[in-house]
């Protein structure tokens, strides 16, 4: 497309974008000569026909087969079923599966799942957490250098209050009540205490005081719940198959001795001003509803500081000692006006320059049944745990329906259960808010989950059966019925939806592609015998199916989603 547009209308045009879509009237279709019309002195409709009259290919040799104009002034394009054919094979051959690596790579923040210490992590947590992941796996297996940040809230005032509730209660019984994961229970009880007597609030008060001037006992009674914390933190991670580690936790405490320079640092820059005795920074073009400006507040009017001092001192380590290029957030959508405040201030400061970016990968909310949050019959929050156990749970009374073998539904319960959840959210927009249904999530038909699995374990079974692995699948290819063709056209497009994922940290992007290739794969296997065709088309149609299981393999792994041997 490119070359038919500089010899249509010069070289300056060599590097124009083609804006090529799939089609459902050919394999793609090109809006191109829309908007170049206009700026060339031409009709759409002439520009697409020159153009589609340069790009058929009468040798028989190249990719295309026909280019014709349609409609305002589109291009219709079809390949040619012998180079479509070339390209799955060459695909097949390929490590990488034609998803070409990142030029130029790129050091990149992302910053998700936001655990706090000594607080159970609940179902809020889940998006975050598993869209954060399925960003970085992507971003990582272009070639990216990606630094996970799992931001842990472990300072501030709460604090004072946990540790004196510890004391109170005794050192082991509180790390009893830690190691079997109460946490919930740890903070209700400390902040009933913090609310209803008021001896023990100035006592927490004091003692926030002691944590920030390091006193001995405070500091290790602090890094008591830190510990305990993060051992919760990695079996629940190890559960759901998130790969952050201890390492990258990146906690408030870092940040703290930077705050009092950074304060100074805007103070001195103007950016920041005092404001009702508390340092405020007001960057333009965020007002409230009676149109006066939204602060950001720096440092409170008692010198403590809050998240939002943190958020800024993160932003400054990211982008002037890590020297990050971008810097991605997952985070819930209710945080959009702060992030957008902190990007502006690190603009105005001069950290965040041209060369690097800062963008909010906006996290829509999860909802229960009539659009209300996820609680439990008390009102308190679901635990991500207790949701993880529902799931597979779940996950077992739908596997007892369809098999019959008990080692099987053993083995299938745990990856189907948490499978379908993970699968579940990534398959929605991220920016969208859905509501959970597990009904939905574990159907083995439709856009799922156990849908994808269950067609990784079909074509598994189909080289089973025919006591083949699939790795020793290699053709020819070749394209006789039109499910093969269409099969074959779905899997050349992994290496775009895997790009699409990275450029927009839109991880449903690719979960929609799987879904296409699974579909597509369950057309060909209804349409095309395998093991029973005559040779040739047996080892073209095996070929085709490794292809697809390699395809569904990695891009599920990418999506952070288990896959089951067998189902």
Known sequence: MRAALAAELGDQYA???????????????????????????????????????????????????????????????????????QAAASQLADLRLGVALAEPAQRVVVDYSGPNVAKELHAGHLRPTVVG????????????????????????????????????????ATGEQLATGQFTAFYQSARSKFDAEPSFAGRSRQRVVELQAGDEQTLRLWQTLVSDSLEYLREVYARLGITLTEADMDPESFYNPMLADICAELQDKGIAVISDGALCAFPPGFTGRDDRPVPLMLRKSDGG??????????????????????????????????????????????????????????????????????????????????????????????????????????????????????????????????????????AFTGNTGPYLQYATARIRSIFHKGGRAPTAAAGPIVLGEPAERALALRLLGFGRAVNDVAVAAEPHKLAGYLFEVASAFTAFYEHCPVLDAEPATRESRLALAALTLRVLDTGLDLLGVPVPDRM
């Open 305 to 442: 500081y809050g998240y939002a001092s943190t958020d800024v001192a993160a932003i400054r380590y990211r982008l002037l000692d890590l020297h990050a290029d971008r810097i991605i957030y997952v985070v819930g959508a209710e945080q959009h006006q702060h992030f957008e405040m902190v990007f502006a201030v690190a603009r105005m400061a001069g950290w965040l320059t041209g060369r690097a970016s800062a963008e909010h990968a906006v996290i829509g909310l999860m909802t229960g049944p009539g659009g209300q949050r996820l609680r439990t019959r008390s009102g308190d929050q679901i635990t991500l745990i207790s949701l993880i156990d529902e799931a597979v749970e779940r996950a077992e009374e739908v596997i007892k329906e369809r098999y019959d073998d008990p080692e099987l539904r053993q083995q299938i319960a745990e990856p189907v259960g948490i499978g379908a959840l993970k699968y579940g959210d990534l398959s929605i927009a991220r920016d969208s808010g859905y509501v959970l249904d597990f009904d939905r999530l574990l």
């Open 15 to 85: 590097d124009a974008d083609p804006l090529i879509r799939p089609s459902q009237f050919a394999d793609y279709q090109s809006n191109v000569a829309l908007p170049l019309a206009k700026a060339v002195g031409q009709r759409p409709r002439e520009l697409a026909a020159a153009v589609a009259a340069r790009l058929a290919d009468d040798s028989g040799a190249g990719p295309v087969a026909a280019a014709e104009m349609s409609g305002p002034g589109f291009v219709n394009i079809t390949l040619r079923d012998s180079w479509l054919a």
């Open 133 to 172: 992941d399925s960003i970085v796996r992507v971003l990582e297996h272009l070639g990216h250098t990606v630094i996970r940040a799992a931001h842990l809230g472990d300072w501030g005032t709460q604090f004072g209050m946990l540790i004196e509730h510890a004391l109170d209660i005794g050192e082991q």
